[in-house]
């Protein structure tokens, strides 16, 4: 049987990428060490460590890069193999690294207090998530979502703005409606009741044959009526372009357009033929 909640439509705002992540604080310390996780993505702060507060019978058990020499640890940069005699160096993972020598995996630039880690590699944010593979997916299309996107978040799942519609009749679903989610796959409330219901006879023939009416979300009419200002009738790459911004289909964008003109043409004739009879009136029998 279908089991569905009764949700309030998740507000309309930009993805944050950092609320998924683990944080930790920055931390200066001797012999404070932080083993991530191999198998997870953390959002992992450097962490400095004095040099000189090193010991001189520290060990280190799973590093390779530290040799020994004398009484004296020699410690050895990650990254270009020479010893390190800063008086500050990064320690992550039992990995050492100068701080000019701490880069991204991918660009190489180095990286700030603040980096990516997986699979044993550290990354920027700007390459963390251009990779397909780490970032985030939308729950209905598993396309990469891009941090300049609009989502809109249901529980644990993001979807694109136009991703969020009902997976019967299409429907994109607006700011504040109801609707029913299970396993990632969004119903209206029309089409969560015929389910549950277990109306699929007559009530299945009637929402085939009945005509859905789009609603628009205040978001939406605002940019649909901004660009009709400038122009009534764009052309179809304009209206790609303003479909792509709301969320809407070509298609929805389209009529909405088509619609539009013709309250404009009517209230102008309405408003010609007002202003007719008042120069009639004016000038008498």
């Given at each position: 049987?279908?089991?569905?909640?009764?949700?309030?439509?998740?507000?309309?705002?930009?993805?944050?990428?950092?609320?998924?992540?683990?944080?930790?604080?920055?931390?200066?310390?001797?012999?404070?060490?932080?083993?991530?996780?191999?198998?997870s993505?953390?959002?992992?702060?450097?962490?400095?460590?004095l040099?000189?507060?090193?010991?001189?019978?520290y060990?280190?058990?799973?590093?390779?890069?530290?040799?020994?020499?004398?009484?004296?640890?020699?410690?050895?940069?990650?990254?270009?193999?020479?010893?390190?005699?800063?008086?500050?160096?990064?320690?992550?993972d039992?990995?050492?690294?100068h701080?000019?020598?701490?880069?991204?995996?991918?660009?190489?630039n180095?990286l700030?207090?603040?980096?990516?880690?997986?699979?044993?590699?550290?990354?920027?944010k700007?390459?963390?998530?251009?990779?397909r593979e780490?970032?985030?997916?939308?729950?209905?299309?598993?396309?990469l979502?891009?941090?300049?996107?609009?989502?809109?978040?249901?529980?644990?799942?993001v979807?694109?703005?136009?991703?969020?519609?009902?997976?019967?009749?299409?429907?994109?679903?607006?700011?504040?409606?109801?609707?029913?989610?299970?396993e990632?796959?969004?119903?209206?409330?029309?089409?969560?009741?015929e389910?549950?219901?277990g109306?699929?006879?007559v009530?299945?023939?009637?929402?085939?044959?009945?005509?859905?009416?789009?609603?628009?979300?205040?978001d939406?009419?605002?940019?649909?009526?901004?660009?009709?200002?400038?122009?009534?009738?764009?052309?179809?790459?304009?209206?790609?372009?303003?479909?792509?911004?709301?969320?809407?289909?070509?298609?929805v964008?389209?009529?909405?357009?088509?619609?539009?003109?013709?309250?404009?043409?009517?209230?102008?004739?309405?408003?010609?033929?007002?202003?007719e009879?008042?120069?009639?009136?004016?000038?008498g029998?």
């Open positions: 049987p279908f089991i569905g909640d009764y949700l309030s439509s998740a507000s309309l705002s930009t993805s944050d990428y950092g609320s998924d992540c683990s944080t930790l604080p920055i931390e200066r310390s001797g012999n404070r060490e932080f083993s991530p996780s191999d198998d993505s953390m959002y992992v702060s450097s962490i400095l460590r040099a000189s507060e090193v010991p001189t019978d060990a280190f058990n799973t590093d390779e890069n530290i040799a020994m020499k004398h009484e004296n640890v020699i410690v050895i940069c990650t990254q270009c193999q020479q010893q390190i005699q800063d008086k500050f160096f990064l320690s992550v039992g990995r050492h690294w701080e000019n020598c701490f880069q991204c995996t991918t660009c190489e180095p700030s207090s603040k980096c990516f880690y997986k699979d044993m590699k550290f990354y920027c700007t390459c963390y998530f251009s990779c780490f970032g985030p997916k939308c729950a209905s299309c598993e396309r979502i891009q941090s300049t996107d609009w989502v809109r978040r249901a529980r644990n799942y979807y694109h703005l136009a991703c969020f519609a009902c997976n019967q009749c299409k429907r994109q679903l607006s700011t504040g409606e109801e609707y029913a989610l299970q990632g796959n969004l119903l209206c409330k029309q089409h969560f009741l389910l549950v219901e109306d699929s006879g009530s299945s023939q009637k929402a085939k044959t009945k005509r859905v009416r789009t609603t628009f979300a205040d939406q009419l605002s940019v649909l009526q901004t660009y009709f200002n400038r122009d009534s009738n764009p052309d179809g790459a304009d209206l790609e372009k303003i479909a792509t911004m709301t969320g809407l289909s070509k298609r964008t389209q009529v909405w357009f088509q619609n539009s003109r013709a309250r404009q043409k009517k209230w102008h004739q309405k408003s010609e033929g007002d202003n009879d008042s120069q009639r009136s004016s000038v029998p």
